[in-house]
């Protein structure tokens, strides 16, 4: 029998805001994460890609479980982890971690560096205070950094030393699973290119896994085997990465593509999106592209499109995907 995925999340919802401000009226909630299912097996990378507010940071935060799931399930190593207090969901995720977005405002501008990853080993529990330094010591080795570091504050750090920092943070934690938050936004392209080649090896020397979110196609493209495209909240497509650069299939991954020139030479796209996305408290019924997509139909308000296994692989939530597949017709003489 396979082995359980490591991560699997099923119809997971996140609602954020929807509060009562005294004496004004009540804000609709957003639905930032919108019914969500992926599994991420052990060792790989999936990509989760989409503009930005399409829910990639709260769909990080709620598998991490610093922000409460509103339904669905998570299951981490084939053992439910969700549907817990708070606490209890960071206690039963602590194999999770993650390196969030703004690497300086991850780091308290006050404390070294060394400092802050102390703290990181002090909250989980390790008591020993050599144990502590030796620990401490092992992790700015393994990404890269001077043990000088250690004294040093945020402010005196570079932006890739500032990465390389918060990565260590985490990573002191000896997680299996990180969500990688926008880990190269910032960053100018020598540096990607080291930190990207510095997160590789950790993943094969410290056997890790990771959800690596971005906005940038060309780095997802080099880093991750699949790929899940995000779009208010919801998954529109999910594949691997080598099918969705050859034949995207979602009017809206086609349209990433497209606003991407160079990544796909070979692959030709018309324009299949036009306009703003909706604001995210007002998302259209049934597919919410359909107001901005040029194949749209009336049968695309219908319903909210399921994830539909493509025989070329992967998934994609289009009703339209067939036909917009098929090659035209020939025209009637
Ligand atoms: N505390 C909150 N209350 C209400 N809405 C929120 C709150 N935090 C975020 N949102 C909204 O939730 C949606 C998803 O936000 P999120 O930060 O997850 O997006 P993102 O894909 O990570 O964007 P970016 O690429 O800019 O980082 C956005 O519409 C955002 O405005
Ligand atoms: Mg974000």
Same mark, same amino acid.
């Given at each position: 029998? @396979?082995?359980?995925?490591?991560?699997?999340? =099923?119809?997971?919802?996140? &609602?954020?805001?929807?509060?009562?401000?005294?004496?004004?009226?009540?804000?609709?909630?957003?639905?930032?994460?919108? #019914?969500?299912?992926?599994?991420?097996?052990?060792?790989?990378?999936? /990509?989760?890609?989409?503009?930005?507010?399409?829910?990639?940071?709260?769909?990080?935060?709620?598998?991490?479980?610093?922000?409460?799931?509103?339904? #669905?399930?998570?299951? &981490?190593? /084939?053992?439910?982890?969700?549907?817990?207090?708070?606490?209890?969901?960071?206690?039963?995720?602590?194999?999770?971690?993650?390196?969030?977005?703004?690497?300086?405002? *991850?780091?308290? @501008?006050?404390?070294?560096?060394?400092?802050?990853?102390?703290?990181?080993?002090?909250?989980?529990?390790?008591?020993?205070?050599?144990?502590?330094?030796?620990?401490?010591?092992?992790?700015?080795?393994?990404? /890269?950094?001077?043990?000088?570091?250690?004294?040093?504050?945020?402010?005196?750090?570079? /932006?890739?030393?500032?990465?390389?920092?918060?990565?260590?943070?985490?990573?002191?934690?000896?997680?299996?699973?990180?969500?990688?938050?926008?880990?190269?936004?910032?960053?100018?392209?020598?540096?990607?290119?080291?930190?990207?080649?510095?997160?590789?090896?950790?993943?094969?020397?410290?056997?890790?896994?990771?959800?690596?979110?971005?906005?940038?196609?060309?780095?997802?493209?080099?880093?991750?085997?699949?790929? *899940?495209?995000?779009?208010?909240?919801?998954?529109? =497509?999910?594949?691997?990465?080598?099918?969705?650069?050859?034949?995207?299939?979602?009017?809206?991954?086609?349209?990433?593509?497209?606003?991407?020139?160079?990544?796909?030479?070979?692959?030709?796209?018309?324009?299949?999106?036009?306009?703003?996305?909706?604001?995210?408290?007002?998302?259209?019924?049934?597919? *919410?592209?359909?107001?901005?997509?040029?194949?749209?139909?009336?049968?695309? +308000? +219908?319903?909210?499109?399921?994830?539909?296994?493509?025989?070329?692989?992967?998934?994609?939530?289009?009703?339209?995907?067939?036909? &917009?597949?098929?090659?035209?017709?020939?025209?009637?003489?």
């Amino acid at each position: 029998m @396979p082995e359980a995925p490591l991560l699997e999340v =099923e119809a997971l919802r996140t &609602l954020l805001g929807g509060e009562r401000p005294f004496l004004r009226a009540p804000r609709p909630p957003v639905r930032a994460v919108d #019914g969500v299912s992926f599994t991420v097996r052990g060792g790989e990378i999936l /990509g989760v890609v989409g503009e930005s507010g399409c829910g990639k940071s709260t769909l990080g935060r709620t598998i991490l479980g610093i922000q409460r799931e509103s339904a #669905g399930v998570i299951r &981490l190593d /084939g053992r439910v982890v969700s549907g817990l207090a708070p606490r209890t969901a960071r206690q039963a995720r602590r194999d999770i971690q993650y390196v969030h977005q703004d690497a300086g405002a *991850a780091l308290d @501008p006050w404390w070294s560096a060394g400092r802050s990853i102390e703290e990181a080993l002090v909250v989980s529990g390790v008591a020993s205070g050599s144990e502590r330094a030796a620990r401490i010591d092992r992790v700015l080795t393994a990404v /890269g950094l001077d043990l000088g570091v250690k004294h040093r504050y945020p402010h005196e750090l570079s /932006g890739g030393q500032l990465r390389r920092v918060t990565l260590a943070r985490v990573l002191v934690l000896a997680p299996r699973l990180v969500i990688l938050d926008e880990p190269t936004s910032g960053l100018d392209l020598s540096v990607q290119a080291t930190v990207l080649r510095l997160l590789r090896d950790l993943l094969r020397d410290l056997g890790l896994t990771y959800v690596f979110i971005s906005h940038d196609l060309s780095v997802v493209r080099q880093m991750c085997a699949r790929v *899940a495209i995000m779009y208010l909240g919801r998954i529109v =497509e999910l594949a691997d990465t080598a099918r969705i650069f050859a034949a995207p299939a979602h009017p809206y991954t086609r349209a990433l593509l497209a606003a991407a020139p160079g990544l796909t030479p070979g692959v030709k796209l018309a324009t299949t999106v036009a306009g703003e996305p909706p604001t995210p408290t007002a998302v259209p019924s049934g597919c *919410a592209l359909r107001t901005r997509c040029v194949h749209a139909r009336e049968i695309c +308000a +219908a319903a909210v499109p399921a994830l539909e296994s493509m025989e070329a692989g992967g998934a994609v939530a289009c009703v339209r995907w067939r036909e &917009l597949a098929a090659p035209a017709a020939p025209a009637p003489r």
